[in-house]
């Protein structure tokens, strides 16, 4: 199947700061991507949805302040989560859709600690 | 608004046995069908996918079904391994194209003992 990079696949960053997150689909162009949230053994919550070239769509009661998405090109979507606090320590996890077929595919997912 | 439910929310099997996991979705109008499998602390590895003009999948040791008119999909892991102990994941796309966004079951969590 198709490859999907996620980048770094931990952080650990201090309160205040701000953290980008990268992920990049290696073998194919993906008009659209989409990012998540996971918390411990709970399903995956959709935060918003990445479409190169525009602005991206966030699910009601996400931040678009807190949570910059940028899809600059059609193989990279990046998160930032800005002025991070230990709330949004989590597991982030990006996926890159397959337009022929509208497949997706996951990154490794990025775990998030806020100090 | 589509709902997806997975049951059960866990299982434990003996190795070799054969298994069914269940996905139900309450809006039939969808694109297609996605299963997948996460490790923890991993991301999602996809298994099969099923359109929603198709009525099922098969990959190895894997078979998905999916009755549209039903709201139904299952999941049949034939000779279970202990590798095969994981979180299982369905996923319906919405509306009529494949620019929909995915609905996502809670999953069912899998133990296959040695």
């Known amino acids: 199947g198709a490859v999907v990079s996620q980048h770094p696949s931990r952080v650990i960053c201090k309160s205040g700061t701000s953290v980008k997150i990268e992920c990049r689909s290696l073998?194919?162009?993906?008009?659209?991507m989409f990012w998540y949230r996971q918390f411990p053994k709970q399903s995956l919550m959709l935060m918003a949805t990445?479409?190169?070239?525009?602005?991206?769509?966030?699910e009601q009661g996400v931040e678009k302040d807190k949570f910059l998405i940028n899809h600059a090109s059609l193989t990279l979507s990046t998160l930032t989560v800005t002025s991070a606090h230990p709330e949004d320590s989590s597991f982030y996890i990006c996926?890159?859709?397959?337009?022929?077929?509208?497949?997706?595919?996951f990154g490794e997912g990025s775990r998030l600690t806020v100090l | 608004k589509q709902e997806v439910t997975q049951i059960p929310a866990a299982l434990s099997v003996p190795e070799g046995e054969n298994l069914v996991l269940n996905c139900s979705f309450t809006?039939?109008?969808?694109?297609?069908l996605q299963w997948f499998r996460q490790d923890p602390g991993k991301g999602l590895t996809s298994l099969l996918l099923?359109?929603?003009?198709?009525r099922e999948q098969t990959s190895g040791r894997l078979n998905a079904s999916l009755d549209k008119s039903s709201g139904r999909s299952t999941l049949y892991i034939a000779a279970s391994q202990p590798g095969d102990s994981a979180t299982y994941l369905c996923?319906?796309?919405?509306?009529?194209?494949?620019?929909?966004?995915?609905?996502f079951g809670d999953g069912t969590t899998l133990t296959v003992k040695p």
């Open positions: 099923i359109q929603s003009s198709q």
């Open positions: 996926s890159a859709k397959l337009g022929r077929t509208g497949e997706l595919f």
């Open positions: 990445s479409n190169e070239g525009s602005k991206a769509t966030y």
């Open positions: 073998d194919f162009q993906a008009t659209t």
């Open positions: 809006d039939s109008a969808i694109y297609n």
């Open positions: 996923a319906v796309s919405g509306g009529n194209t494949n620019a929909g966004k995915s609905t």
